[in-house]
């Protein structure tokens, strides 16, 4: 499996991205897709998710209300749209795919395969 993230660049505060990420090889109908992200100094922490097979969204408390995870019909590509950006929003994205329990969707160590990273700065 292999992840190609896009989407970051430099953005002012209140603004909005959208990343996506494309998924390729074999991906199992229960994996999930997420996006986490890592701030400087910072360890790699969860951002959004989405099961694969039914859809179903889970968001860290910091992102809530402003991020919205989503795939396309074919589930191969996620995306995260990011409104309201805060500088605090700053940070490499990394999507990730894998096969988990529920209870570790927001566990990094849980996700076997990993997009490259894209950089979104959210200036002031």
């Known amino acids: 499996v292999q992840l190609q993230a896009s989407g970051g660049g430099l953005v002012q505060a209140g603004g909005s991205l959208r990343l996506s990420c494309v998924a390729s090889?074999?991906?199992?109908?229960?994996?999930?897709l997420a996006w986490f992200r890592q701030a400087p100094g910072k360890e790699r922490d969860f951002g959004a998710c989405?099961?694969?097979?039914?859809?179903?969204?889970y968001y860290a408390d910091a992102v809530k209300g402003r991020f919205t995870i989503s795939r396309d019909s074919a589930e191969n590509t996620v995306y995260l749209q990011m409104n309201s950006l805060k500088p605090e929003d700053t940070a490499v994205y990394y999507c990730?795919?894998?096969?988990?329990?529920?209870?570790?969707?927001?566990?990094?160590?849980?996700?076997?395969?990993w997009g490259q990273g894209t950089l979104v700065t959210v200036s002031s």
């Open positions: 090889g074999r991906i199992g109908s229960t994996y999930v």
């Open positions: 990730a795919t894998g096969s988990m329990i529920l209870s570790s969707l927001r566990d990094y160590r849980a996700y076997t395969y």
């Open positions: 989405i099961r694969r097979n039914n859809g179903v969204t």
